[in-house]
C-alpha cells in the first residue's frame, strides 16, 4: 500500500481574531512590505517582530520576508545594500534604522551536508524556497509565525500560535538534529526563554543539556554575540541560571561556571549582582560593558582579595591607588580567557576595567571643579555612573549620586564621542602623514 505525504494545511488566522495593528508596526517596515506587495511580490513580516506584536511588547526590529531575489530588492530601494556571503541579505536603510529584507530560504538538500568531521553542522543555507519551506527551517516555533500585508492575516505553518498561548519554546523539527546543526540555538533558546518568561518543552531541554559541548563548533563571532545578547536583555539573572543548570555556561565560560561550583556563596554572590543589572535595565539601558562588570563583579571582588597585599602604612590615596591596582589586576585575569577564545572588542572589556577601577570615585560628593566637569564630559561617563551604581547594590555605604546628577544637569545636554576604547576612536588619534611634494628617489650608485 502506497502512503502519499500531504503537506498539513497552515493556520490562517484573519484580522478580526489577533491584536496586530499596522499602527504598531514601524511605518518604514510598512512602506517595504507595500512596496514589494504592490510589485506582485509576497510579502511578509516575519520572525520576533510578529512574536512581540502578538504578546503586546515593542518589538526592537522588523524583519521582511518575501520571494524577491535579492538583485531584484536592491532594483526597487535606492536605499538598499546587499550584505552576507553565504546567504545574501537587503538592508534597507531609513537613517539609522535598517529594515532588513530576506528571500524566503529552505532546508540544504542532503547531498549539501559536510562530512561527519563536525556533526551535522550547516556550512551552508543558501537555497531559495516557499513561504512553508522558510517556516520549517527557523530555528523554533514562536518565531516562524508571518503576517501578510494584503489581507493582515497572522500564517502559522509550525503550530507557534499554540505554543505562544503556552508560554513555550520549542524547536521545529528535531531538536537533537536542530542543535546539532547550529549549536547557537542552545543558546537562543535559553535567551528567548528567559526574555519572554517562557519554558523551554523538555524534549529541547534534554537535547540542550546533552549537546552543549557541541558549542565548540559554532563560529567564535555569533558565540561573542549571543554572549553579549544574554547580558544586555533585562533577564540576565534567569538566562546565566539557565545557561549553569544546561551545562552551556561550562561550555561558554568554563572558568566562571567552577568558581560558581565551588560554593552556594559564590552563587548567592552572583545572582545578586545579576538582579541588580535586571533592576537596573528596567529604567537604563545598560551596554555590554556593564553587563560584563555585573557578571565578573563577584569573582573579581574575590580575586581582589586575595591579591591585596598586607595593609602597610599608606595615607588615604596611596591606599586607593594600591586598590585600584589590585582591581585592575583582578580583572584582566578573569577577562583574559574571554578576551583571547571570543576575541571580545576591546571596548568593552577596557570599558568595563574602568567602570571597576573609577567607580570610587563616586564615593564622594561632586564639588564641581573643573575635573570633576571634565570626568562627567568623559565618553565614558554614562557607563562609568551606571556601572558605579550596580557595583553599590551591596555596598554597606551607598554613594551619593545625587550631588553629581545635579552638576551633570547644569552641564546641559552634552555630545557623547565615541567609546574611546573603539577602533574608530583609535583611528581618529593616529597622526596622520604630512602631504608635502613628491620626493623622487635618488639615482643608485654606478656599479665599481
Known amino acids: 500500500m502506497l502512503f502519499f505525504h500531504r503537506k498539513p494545511k497552515p493556520t490562517v488566522i484573519p484580522r478580526t481574531k489577533h491584536n496586530i495593528s499596522r499602527r504598531d508596526i514601524d511605518p518604514d517596515a ?3 512590505l507595500y512596496r514589494l506587495s504592490q510589485l506582485g511580490h509576497k510579502a511578509y513580516l ?3 517582530s510578529v512574536r512581540d506584536l502578538l504578546l503586546g511588547r515593542s518589538p526592537k526590529d522588523f524583519d521582511v520576508g518575501t520571494d524577491a531575489r535579492p538583485n531584484e530588492i536592491k532594483r526597487q530601494f535606492r536605499n538598499c545594500y546587499l550584505v552576507g556571503r553565504r546567504f545574501r541579505l537587503a538592508h534597507i536603510v531609513f537613517g539609522k534604522k535598517v529594515i532588513e529584507t530576506a528571500t524566503f530560504r529552505k532546508a540544504p538538500p542532503p547531498d549539501a551536508v559536510p562530512d561527519e568531521t563536525h556533526g551535522l553542522y550547516q556550512f551552508e543555507d543558501n537555497t531559495f524556497g516557499t513561504p512553508e519551506e522558510d517556516a520549517l527551517r527557523r530555528d523554533f516555533t514562536v518565531n516562524g509565525l508571518f503576517y501578510d500585508i ?8 509550525v503550530g507557534g500560535l499554540r505554543d505562544l498561548k503556552a508560554r513555550r519554546i520549542r524547536s521545529i523539527g528535531d531538536p537533537n538534529i536542530r542543535f546539532r546543526e547550529d549549536p547557537v540555538r542552545m543558546m537562543r533558546a535559553i535567551r528567548f526563554a528567559a526574555k519572554l518568561d517562557f519554558d523551554i518543552c523538555s524534549a529541547d531541554l534534554k537535547a540542550i543539556r546533552r549537546y552543549a559541548p557541541e558549542l565548540a563548533n559554532a ?4 558565540l561573542c554575540e549571543e554572549i553579549q545578547r544574554l547580558l544586555v536583555r533585562g533577564a540576565t539573572l534567569r538566562s546565566i541560571r539557565l545557561a549553569h543548570e544546561t551545562g552551556v555556561l561550562r561550555a561558554l565560560l568554563p572558568t566562571l561556571d567552577a568558581w560558581l561550583d565551588r560554593s552556594e556563596e559564590n552563587q548567592s554572590a552572583l545572582w545578586d549582582s545579576l538582579a541588580a543589572l535586571d533592576r537596573l535595565a528596567v529604567d537604563h539601558d545598560p551596554s555590554p560593558a556593564v553587563g560584563f562588570v555585573a557578571l565578573y563583579w563577584p569573582m573579581i571582588r574575590q580575586t581582589a582579595q586575595a591579591l ?4 602597610p602604612a599608606l595615607n588615604a590615596r596611596q591606599a586607593r591607588t594600591a586598590h585600584r591596582q589590585t582591581l585592575q589586576v583582578a580583572a584582566q585575569q578573569a577577562f583574559d580567557p574571554i578576551i583571547h577564545k571570543y576575541r571580545l572588542p576591546r571596548a568593552v572589556w577596557m570599558t568595563a576595567i574602568d567602570i571597576l577601577v573609577h567607580a570610587d570615585r563616586f564615593n564622594r560628593p561632586a564639588a564641581g571643579n573643573q575635573s570633576d566637569v571634565r570626568f562627567i564630559r568623559h565618553p565614558l561617563y554614562p557607563d562609568l555612573r551606571l556601572g558605579a551604581q550596580l557595583l553599590a547594590h551591596d555596598a554597606p555605604t551607598q554613594p551619593d549620586f545625587s550631588t553629581w546628577d545635579r ?4 552641564q546641559g545636554p552634552i555630545e557623547v564621542g565615541p567609546n574611546p576604547h573603539s577602533r574608530a576612536a583609535r ?3 593616529r597622526p596622520r602623514k604630512p602631504k608635502g611634494p613628491r620626493r623622487d628617489k635618488a639615482p643608485a650608485a654606478p656599479v665599481p
Open 30 to 32: 510598512l512602506k517595504v
Open 46 to 48: 516575519v520572525g520576533g
Open 150 to 157: 494584503n489581507d493582515f492575516s497572522v500564517i502559522d505553518y
Open 219 to 222: 563560529s567564535v563571532s555569533r
Open 308 to 311: 591585596a597585599p598586607a595593609a
Open 407 to 410: 552638576l551633570s544637569a547644569l
Open 427 to 429: 583611528r581618529a588619534r
